[in-house]
């Protein structure tokens, strides 16, 4: 097993374990991917992997049909992703994918958690070279081979695919995911959810006291409404 399974093992239990939080960045994805693409899922493919992501946890139809008729309201304000990096405790790398309406504000909080945990926000470029910029997709593994999928994947793209119990998991450059998505779509394979990863080329083993130093930084920054996703360098 490589990297990305190694990586998907370690956040397992962490990613969205919150399942209002999970609907809070799904509502918003679904309003940049209208914004970007309109409200039609068969003519925008970003919407149709949000809408993916919707119901691999769970999220009530209402609420994204919701969420759609929002975005498409000129009065709802758009999102925009922005990047932080920085370094927390014992110089361990933080990437922080945000998505906000207001900038000043995010930057502020995001700004605090680290000088309030013995961290420092960087500058753009900073940390995010430390890390791999990947793309993810799980899909129905019923009655496919993951050899003979890894081997026909490997000409869009995919890097590593590995089975569990949740589905066969296909990993490949951030580049690859359109085309990827759009060769499982032709196939009629069922993608249960997708999505973007930020894996540590290296990470860094901490005592338990010092992890437990960083994970206070981490938990403030994943409780801020701004955030979607963060990564780091620590071990797990």
């Known amino acids: 097993m490589g990297r990305a399974f190694e990586f998907r093992?370690?956040?397992?239990?962490?990613?969205?374990?919150?399942?209002?939080?999970?609907?809070?960045r799904i509502g918003k994805d679904i309003v940049m991917a209208v914004k970007e693409g309109g409200?039609?899922?068969?003519?925008?493919?970003?919407?149709?992997a949000v809408i993916q992501n919707a119901k691999s946890v769970n999220m009530p139809k209402d609420n994204v049909e919701r969420a759609i008729k929002r975005a498409t309201d000129k009065s709802q304000g758009d999102?925009?992703?922005?990047?932080?990096?920085?370094?927390?405790?014992?110089?361990?790398a933080i990437l922080i994918e945000t998505a906000t309406d207001n900038n000043t504000r995010t930057v502020a909080n995001i700004r605090s958690y680290f000088?309030?945990?013995?961290?420092?926000?960087?500058?753009?470029?900073s940390v995010e070279f430390m890390f791999d910029h990947s793309c993810n997709f799980r899909i129905?593994?019923?009655?496919?081979?993951?050899?003979?999928l890894e081997l026909d994947m490997i000409d869009?793209?995919?890097?590593?695919?590995?089975?569990?119990?949740?589905?066969?998991?296909?990993?490949?450059?951030?580049?690859?995911?359109?085309?990827?998505?759009?060769?499982?779509e032709s196939r009629e394979i069922e993608i249960i959810s997708s999505g973007f990863d930020r894996?540590?080329?290296?990470?860094?083993?901490?005592?338990?006291?010092?992890?437990?130093e960083v994970e206070k930084l981490?938990?403030?920054?994943?409780?801020?409404?701004?955030?979607?996703?963060?990564?780091?360098?620590?071990?797990?």
């Open 115 to 125: 000088n309030k945990c013995n961290g420092s926000l960087g500058t753009s470029g």
């Open 218 to 236: 981490l938990e403030k920054i994943e409780e801020d409404d701004d955030v979607q996703n963060v990564f780091h360098t620590m071990k797990e």
């Open 9 to 24: 093992k370690a956040r397992k239990m962490k990613r969205w374990a919150a399942m209002s939080k999970a609907f809070t």
């Open 79 to 92: 999102f925009k992703e922005v990047l932080f990096e920085g370094y927390g405790p014992h110089g361990i």
């Open 140 to 148: 129905n593994g019923e009655g496919i081979d993951p050899e003979e």
């Open 156 to 184: 869009f793209g995919a890097e590593e695919v590995f089975t569990d119990e949740e589905g066969i998991h296909i990993y490949a450059p951030f580049e690859s995911f359109g085309a990827i998505q759009k060769e499982l």
């Open 39 to 48: 409200p039609d899922p068969d003519s925008n493919s970003r919407l149709r």
């Open 199 to 212: 894996i540590p080329q290296l990470t860094k083993e901490l005592s338990p006291e010092q992890a437990e």
